[in-house]
């Protein structure tokens, strides 16, 4: 399948260049003019395609270098952008900064080349002038890359004809400017933004973001340059069932547990299973008649009260993958399997105790390496990974080794023939034969019906 698939990649200084209040104004303003819209980030993170989704009302999909290669980042995209529509990518930190800090591998700026996607540097001037230029400069020229033009960020209406010919100096057009909108600001917490489903007005301040965008962006000029990307073409061979009927797998989501990968989810559909959605904070016990779980990454540990309070909850999800019902528990899911959470009782699955602390622990992209057979390898199989958590467990796991890029190691998860429970995060399409063996042992487990 080939796709003309127009498609931007909204790219930063850095962290905190204001990237997803660009995107996700820029999002809404096209939107709003009727555009057929898909979003995308680049990278592991879970947040911002939140927001993406919050805009678009259909899933944001992650577009991740380290995960999978070249031809399937393209794939992705040519499957995804709608017929007819454009892609808008939303970058990662600095627009080289890839794995380790060291290398541009898995940057906004190789997702770019790697999809000939035209890049345009959101740059917030702080306590600059003539410095701007400079820094824009640095930029353009310091690699190969992409990049077609500049947004600047936070800069107002009146300040933006000064910014804007000392950003050209350095060669690039400005296609306009996005000034502060405080009524529409979103706040940070400990692993980035607040999650989109917990701002009520969150939908006013979108459009506030977008009334911002339509006055003060060249809409007109990203879309023109969105379609100047060549096409591109899916060649991958779809993934197909592993069970002769459906298999039905509980996903743990809400406030609580929301850190998912869509393409996940696609990529369980395709082998053949069928998602229900439960919530642990509110629902009394697992949805009826399942041969499955996925509970995953969140924030447990702001709703560990409520968790705690829901006895029946806590009591069915242990007896359940107690039983021998084949589950998969990362990050926020594997905290909720454990005996307690800084002194809040958990489904006690795993005997420790986990808490969270004031830093990072042990983060970033890893490499999983089995150390024996499990529900959803064989001993010496691998999987790319990523870790990002504040908390730590009494009982981490001895199942897998992880390894991250620059060859600092661990032993993490605990692994049997019907679970996986660690921190890492899995991706399934950097590995689909972990979600093959996963959905095929469902499907030795389903229920009769």
């Not at 979003?39 to 577009?63: E, Q, W």
């Not at 000064?162 to 400990?190: D, M, S, T, W």
């Not at 024996?372 to 990002?388: Q, T, V």
């Not at 467990?393 to 890029?405: E, L, M």
Request: glycine share 10%.
């Amino acid at each position: 399948m080939t796709n003309h698939a127009p498609r931007l990649l909204i790219a930063g200084t850095g962290s905190g260049c204001g990237k997803t209040t660009v995107t996700s104004a820029l999002l809404r303003a096209l939107q709003r003019r009727g555009e057929r819209l898909a979003a995308f980030k680049c990278g592991p993170d879970y947040i911002d395609p939140m927001f993406h989704t919050a805009v678009l009302g259909i899933p944001s999909r992650n577009l991740d270098l380290f995960f999978v290669d070249e031809t399937e980042v393209r794939g992705q995209l040519a499957r995804h952008v709608p017929a007819g529509g454009l892609g808008i990518i939303e970058g990662v930190m600095g627009f080289y900064d890839g794995v380790s800090g060291t290398s541009d591998t898995a940057s906004a700026a190789h997702l770019a080349r790697a999809t000939d996607t035209p890049a345009v540097l959101v740059v917030r001037p702080r306590g600059q002038s003539l410095s701007l230029a400079a820094e824009i400069g640095g930029f353009r020229d310091f690699a190969p890359n992409t990049l077609r033009g500049v947004i600047l960020n936070g800069v107002s209406k009146a300040m933006y004809p000064f910014y804007k010919a000392i950003a050209e100096q350095a060669g690039l057009p400005v296609f306009g400017c996005l000034p502060l909108v405080p009524e529409a600001e979103i706040p940070n917490r400990h692993l980035g933004l607040v999650t989109a489903q917990e701002i009520r007005d969150l939908q006013t301040k979108l459009d506030l973001l977008a009334d911002a965008a339509e006055e003060t962006l060249d809409l007109d000029g990203l879309t023109a340059l969105a379609h100047t990307a060549p096409p591109l073409a899916d060649g991958r061979a779809p993934l197909s069932p592993v069970t002769d009927r459906p298999v039905r797998i509980a996903v743990a989501r809400d406030e609580a547990f929301c850190f998912y990968y869509a393409d996940n989810f696609d990529v369980l559909r395709a082998l053949g299973a069928e998602l229900i959605e439960f919530s642990p904070v509110k629902d009394e016990k697992l949805p009826e008649n399942i041969d499955g779980l996925y509970l995953g990454g969140g924030y447990p540990e702001l709703y560990a009260e409520k968790l705690a309070a829901n006895r029946t909850m806590r009591e069915s999800v242990r007896n359940a993958v107690l039983g021998g019902l084949p589950a998969i528990a990362e990050c926020g899911g594997f905290l909720y399997l454990h005996r307690t959470l800084d002194g809040a009782e958990m489904a006690g699955v795993i005997d420790a105790e986990a808490h969270m602390t004031g830093k990072l622990q042990p983060f970033g992209y890893v490499t999983l390496t089995a150390g024996r057979d499990n529900l959803l390898c064989r001993a010496g199989d691998s999987i790319r990974a990523h870790e990002f958590h504040y908390a730590q467990s009494g009982a981490d796991g001895s199942a897998f080794r992880a390894q991250k890029p620059n060859g600092r190691a661990w032993d993490c998860v605990h692994a049997s023939e019907t679970l996986y429970a660690g921190f890492p995060h899995l991706y399934f399409r950097a590995n689909p034969v972990f979600a093959q063996n996963f959905v095929r042992a469902c499907a030795r487990r389903r229920c009769p019906r």
